[in-house]
């Protein structure tokens, strides 16, 4: 993908959250690129503390598209994939993972929230452990705060 595209997908992804966040839910968005940097072949919101966006949108994209297009298919997310985000990214044979801000700033944000009890493992250590090889671009300087900014002041209307 070029940086035009990175970013025009990142800022789909964040449209994904933003519209999550409407539904109640927490606010991350992914998308799922094809091959060609520009088609959208998917994109999925948060549904809970369980279903995050990256994990269910790679679980539904290998049910739906064969191994040899998810290859060359690339995930963009709002944040960087959690552990089990990444886990899921890594056996659902996505080759690459595209991401705006990272965990470090969530934790910025969230805190000891317990709605959000981020890990402090970066999705690249996770990929580092596996035997396939995954492509990690982000975080990606010129939307991180605009991927920040749809979660200020989230945390703090869901109380304690």
Known sequence: MTPTQIVAALRRADAVARRAMTMGRHPFGAVLVAPDGETILAEQGNIDTVHHAEATLARTASLNHPAHVLRQCTLVSTFEPCAMCAGTIYWAGIGRVVYGAEETALLALTGDHPENPTLALPCREVFARG??????????????????????????????
């Open 131 to 160: 035997q396939k090889a995954i492509e990690v671009i982000g975080p990606v300087p010129e939307v991180a705060d605009e991927m920040i900014a749809t979660h200020r002041g989230f945390w703090e209307s869901r109380g304690r």
